[in-house]
């Protein structure tokens, strides 16, 4: 069975650039998971979609962040204008059914550098 | 609101060495927990979990018991190996009262280092 696919694995820009990141999860798992990893931090949940709805943006800088999943497949992340702090390794995970205790299969992640 | 919080890395064992990570949290309601594990050059995958005070989770030799008194979810090992050197992550998840599910929340992580 494939795994959850992201590209690209890593990215470096400019501040006030802008940049988008792309996730294929499982095939068949309806919920879609975003989450943002700062160096020595754990993950962070950006945005939860179920199917093409958002179940949880509510950690998502909406003034430079936007997600959207199409047909309820694969997803991509923008963030436009990037600022430094936006460094970071940013990992899509998908799981079937969404319930907690469904496991989140992660994909490997796409490391972006902003300078 | 909802955290985890998880002892300061690198733990640096000797192989074979009998491993406790501690892991507490503070929760609304009533969590499921885990432990996910990300070995060098590899996405984090999920290692174990418990979904109900006083369940253990356990999976490689590892064990973790869900403590609802002490909000805890502390990882051991009995003997460990060079090929445990990882960074492990203790995370809760919690479901929405709507019926929607919450995505998790993670402590920082602890690397774990096992010398030979």
């Known amino acids: 069975e494939a795994g959850v696919a992201q590209s690209p694995r890593y990215k470096i820009i400019e501040k006030r650039q802008s940049v988008a990141f792309w996730c294929n999860p499982i095939s068949g798992h309806a919920t879609l998971y975003w989450y943002q990893q700062i160096l020595g931090q754990g993950p962070k949940l950006l945005i939860q979609f179920q199917n093409n709805g958002v179940v949880d943006d509510s950690q998502l800088p909406k003034d430079r962040f936007s997600a959207e999943r199409l047909k309820g497949v694969d997803s991509t992340l923008k963030i436009q204008p990037a600022k430094l702090e936006d460094s970071a390794v940013y990992l899509c995970a998908s799981s079937l059914g969404g319930r907690v205790r469904d496991e989140q299969f992660f994909g490997p992640g796409t490391r972006l550098t902003v300078l | ?116």
């Open chain 2, 1 to 116: 609101g909802d955290s985890v919080t998880q002892m300061e890395g690198p733990v640096t064992l000797s192989e074979e060495a009998f491993l406790t990570i501690n892991c507490t949290y503070t929760a609304t309601g009533y969590p499921s927990l885990f432990w996910y594990v990300q070995y060098p050059g590899e996405g984090l995958q999920l290692l174990l979990k418990a979904t109900k005070a006083d369940d253990k989770g356990s999976n490689k030799g590892f064990e973790a018991t869900y403590r609802k008194e002490t909000t805890s979810f502390h990882l051991e090992k009995g003997s460990v190996q060079v090929s445990d050197s990882a960074v492990y992550f203790c995370a809760l998840g919690i479901m929405y009262s709507g019926g929607g599910a919450d995505g998790l929340t993670f402590g920082k992580g602890t690397h774990l280092i096992i010398q030979p």
